[in-house]
């Protein structure tokens, strides 16, 4: 059976994280398999971003206010749904999701929701205020759009969970689905020498790498402090900094790296794309993520596809997951946290460093490539098409 499905999501701008990358791995993964797949989003046409896709990009911006309005996106809606088997929200709080329940709530085609963590109590706890404003919204939009949709869609056990925790009157058919990325293409050693020859001060080095958003929520201040405690017992270790600075937080933890005196041996590249960030994991013998909130972590998965071993906070939703397949390591998202987890890596023998990196593709290839994500998507939506036929 082949389906033909939509994506609906704000932006497709790959420094908002994620989600945008998400939607580009599933949906080239399902076009593969020989599904039909289209996408809409509220950002203006972009020609470079749209030759990146196998697939049809309908821009329906602008989009106005935080909320992202996009008047055209209802009239869009209404006359295309017809078309498509199901449509796939992905991300809530803006209006793409509301608008969605309020065209197909009575309608023949089935939506289904990806809440990308955005129902973690962790943001009940950081941002009270914005949760009470969210808790007076809710019952009017969010809450509505997750019960009447045909499954609210989870990357984890663990966010399942957690998406319970947030707010009263909570009700949705969960369904946990695979989500990944595409395994790493191309040449590994010239990948890696595009990276070193532009950062030649990290050849021959132990790198760690932390790539994603500079953002508070990732621990980066922690990660600095942990690493801090550890450098000065190996000379020949280096932390890399990768990835965009989207709230001017960068400069606050450089100054920070001075003042812990380890600033000449912490290397900040900015976002990293293509071949130099598969060159940039190729060059790392761990990669860290001590986040305080992450839904799934797709530089997790990219790094396990690479080889690359992940040491995670337990805030890291499929840190389980990792556990159970003995692909890195996990600790608590504190400073005491992420320097035992240095600790106990540098601490490691070199056969036991060698033993957990055997394991990371093996925990790839069964959890988070694109492939499986792409065929448990599709098998969803082909069930929910199912049990239309026979209601």
């Not at 990806?114 to 969210?134: A, N």
């Not at 499954?151 to 009700?171: G, I, M, N």
């Not at 912490?266 to 761990?286: F, H, I, N, P, Y």
Request: charged share 20%; hydrophobic share 40%.
């Amino acid at each position: 059976m082949t389906i033909r499905y939509l994506h609906v999501i704000h932006s497709l701008d790959p420094r908002g994280g994620g989600p945008a990358e998400g939607v580009k791995q599933i949906s080239t993964a399902a076009v593969r398999l020989q599904h039909q797949v289209e996408i809409v989003t509220f950002v203006p046409p972009n020609a470079a971003l749209t030759a990146e896709y196998d697939c049809p990009i309908h821009y329906l911006g602008p989009s106005y206010l935080k909320y992202g309005y996009a008047p055209a996106f209802a009239d869009w809606l209404r006359s295309n749904a017809p078309r498509f088997t199901a449509v796939v929200v992905n991300g809530i709080w803006q209006y793409h999701s509301l608008c969605t329940w309020q065209v197909l709530r009575r309608s023949t085609t089935p939506y289904f929701v990806f809440t990308h963590g955005m129902l973690d109590p962790w943001f009940k706890r950081q941002y009270p205020l914005k949760h009470l404003k969210k808790s007076l919204y809710w019952p009017f939009a969010e809450y509505r759009v997750l019960r009447d949709a045909r499954a609210v869609l989870f990357t984890s056990d663990e966010e399942r969970d957690l998406a319970r925790r947030s707010f009263r009157h909570y009700q949705a058919n969960e369904v946990v689905v695979n989500y990944g990325v595409a395994p790493p293409s191309g040449d590994s050693d010239a990948q890696r020498e595009a990276f070193l020859a532009l950062y030649p001060g990290l050849r021959d080095k132990r790198i760690l790498l932390f790539l994603g958003r500079i953002h508070p929520k990732k621990g980066c201040d922690l990660l600095l402090g942990a690493f801090a405690h550890v450098a000065r017992q190996h000379p020949s270790l280096r932390l890399v900094m990768a990835g965009p600075d989207q709230v001017g937080l960068q400069s606050d933890l450089r100054a920070l790296s001075e003042r812990l005196g380890v600033s000449d041996v912490v290397t900040w590249t900015g976002m990293l794309a293509g071949d130099l960030k598969l060159g940039a994991l190729r060059s790392a013998e761990a990669f860290v993520l001590p986040s305080h909130q992450e839904n799934f972590g797709l530089a997790v998965a990219e790094a396990l596809a690479c080889g690359v071993p992940a040491l995670v906070s337990d805030k890291v939703n499929i840190w389980r997951e990792i556990l159970a397949d003995h692909a890195g390591l996990v600790s608590e998202d504190t400073l005491a946290g992420t320097t035992r987890l240095l600790q106990d890596w540098l601490g490691m023998s070199a056969a036991g460093r060698e033993a957990i990196a055997a394991n990371t593709h093996r925990c790839f290839q069964s959890r988070f490539s694109s492939t499986a994500a792409a065929r448990s998507l599709l098998s969803t939506m082909e069930h929910a098409g199912e049990q239309q036929q026979v209601a």
